[in-house]
């Protein structure tokens, strides 16, 4: 993320180097000149631009070379393979823009969750495909495809689905059709999708999944809203995770005193090796402290009021002893 910011491409651009000086040849040229092009300009941010629209436009065989090109120059450089053991040198507002980053990030995080929910919100029809029966439906589709249109589209595509069909296009055979599917070309992945929607315009299936009309028994029904409310709860601690659980001072605040007072986790909570140790002993320390705080702060308080109570007594009792001596007089 920060391969430029941190310097990071200053050394990996001696592995590049390198590999001119002693390996040159063993890649193929075209990927060697794109990076002995970004190498001249110093394997700066700008021209990384150019390098990029290169690699886009790559056979897919080439984009394999870049890959081991890249891993191979990386090895010999000057970067270390663990970021860990890296010496970064910083002046004050690059830190400090990494620290804006790192925040947006976080909030870029939540946003992305929250678009997430909404998108599968909108595709609620598409998560119960064979629930709901809409596979029929879509079935319809292909069988008028076949008695109308056939030949419109790809053999090794429409022979996938008429399998599909002559199974009822139920879910089991949905399992093979999807195998197939992982197998094809780019291009026929590309014809898969244009069939797909053909067969679902001519189908019984309606376009906006709201117009549907479901027939459901009541167990179907029962799954289906245990499966909804599961999908809630998750997604629910999705974003209380992305939107909220943050350390910022003052969930720190709170967490090291839930911790201290033995209340316990609550919602944020340590995730890594390092940060349940420190809590281990911080837990060591503070637990003891704080009832050593409590038993101060109750003795002072036992303390005061004792001394009030005393002394409430004491004039009561000398109010008396006068009362009972004008009496006598």
Known sequence: ???????????????????????????DKTVEDMFFEWMSHDCDSQSN????????????????????????????????KNFDEETIVLKGDVLRSIMQK????VLKKCAEKRAQWKEEQETFGDMYFYTFGLNGKFCSGVRRY??????????????????????????????????KYDELSQSLKFEYGNFFTFAQNISDQKKNFDEETIVLKGDVLRSIMQKSTMMVVR???ELETACNMKWNFH????FAGTVATTIGYGKLTPQTALGRLFCIVYLSVGIPYFAFLTSTLSDSLNAQLGRKIGLKLITSQFKELMDLLSGSI
């Open 102 to 105: 790192s925040t947006m990030m």
């Open 49 to 80: 631009i150019a390098l990029q629209q290169k690699y886009d436009e790559l056979s897919q065989s080439l984009k394999f070379e870049y890959g081991n090109f890249f891993t191979f120059a990386q090895n010999i450089s000057d970067q270390k």
């Open 146 to 179: 076949k008695e109308t249109s056939m030949g419109r589209f790809d053999k090794t595509v429409e022979d996938m689905f008429f399998e599909w069909m002559s199974h009822d296009c139920d879910s089991q055979s949905n399992i093979a059709l999807q195998q």
């Open 235 to 237: 997604k629910y601690t």
């Open 251 to 254: 969930n720190s605040l709170f």
């Open 1 to 27: 993320m920060y391969f430029y910011t941190f310097g990071l491409n200053e050394k990996f651009c001696s592995g590049v180097r390198r590999y001119k000086e002693t390996s040159m040849g063993r890649f």
